[in-house]
């Protein structure tokens, strides 16, 4: 993340899903790899510009301190969806 982060317009981020995984070693090892948190937001490392966004529900990949980010398109992005 940290190697393109600086140069990414929209981040869509989803959870390492555990029924993929014939393994559960596997997935445990890699479930948190990756997560968004405001130090890896930070000034200097993304753009003011980034659109964060995410399918919910989240299981650990975004830090909740980030849904105070206005990049945060998230919880705007659940309120357009198509319930069904």
Sequence with gaps: ?????????V???TRVQ??????????????????VTPESLAEGNSKDS?????????VGEIDPRVDED????????MENGMFV
Aim: glycine share 0%.
């Design 1 to 9: 993340l940290e190697d393109v982060i600086a140069e990414t317009d």
């Design 11 to 13: 981040l869509y981020v």
């Design 18 to 35: 555990k029924e993929r995984f014939s393994d559960p070693e596997e997935y445990e090892a890699l479930k948190l790899r990756y997560v």
């Design 50 to 58: 980034l659109v964060i966004m995410h399918p919910l529900p989240r």
């Design 70 to 77: 206005p990049r945060a398109a998230y919880f705007r992005q």
